[in-house]
């Protein structure tokens, strides 16, 4: 009932085959495997471009809504005096800002961030000369500066141009900058 050994083959015979069976059948499972992969590595990757290629810019940052029914929230600052740039002789400003706020809360956030926006404004206000802020429309791009700094400390970056036509709403929390006094010496 035992089986006998196998006999050598003797010189100049082949050996038996083995059947290739098993060879195909693990070719094609590799095959298989590899085609599967490979489909799934291209949809997934051409998931992750399809989002990218969605979102080409920037991602947005949340909207801000203000509640018209509601009296204006605003922030007084402490008053600012800065050494203004040298180029025209030695003068300072000092100036003593209020900023209008989307609603309370904003207003009691801005006390966390009050060191880097004084930081901000003070770093602003030292870079100009005095014939840049002596007229209306020099005041008035000073304040559009100041509130595009505070509102990028507080995480909110300027849209584009375009972007600010489609969407006349605010778009960070800080609407407006207002002059209490200026005072140039």
Do not use: C
Not at 112 to 137: C, D, F, G, Q, W
């Amino acid at each position: 009932m035992s089986k006998a050994p196998a006999t050598p083959p003797a010189e100049g015979e082949e050996p038996p085959k083995k059947s290739k069976k098993l060879l195909i059948i693990i070719l094609v499972v590799v095959l298989l495997l590899v085609i599967a992969g490979g489909a799934a590595a291209f949809l997934l990757l051409g998931k992750k471009k399809a989002d990218s290629g969605d979102e080409a810019h920037e991602p947005e940052a949340p909207k801000i809504t203000v509640d018209t029914s509601k009296p204006p929230t605003f922030v007084n600052l402490d008053p600012f005096t800065v050494n203004l740039a040298p180029a025209e002789g030695s003068h300072y400003l000092q100036v003593v800002l209020v900023l209008k706020v989307v609603d309370q809360t904003i207003a009691d956030q801005l006390k966390v961030y009050m060191p880097e926006i004084r930081h901000e404004v003070n770093l602003l206000l030292s870079s100009k000369l005095p014939s840049e802020i002596a007229t209306v429309e020099g005041r008035e791009t000073l304040a559009d500066e100041i509130m595009v700094r505070t509102n990028y400390v507080l995480g909110f970056d300027k849209p584009r141009d375009d972007d600010r036509r489609r969407d006349k709403g605010p778009w960070g929390p800080v609407m407006s900058v207002l002059f209490n006094s200026l005072i140039v010496q």
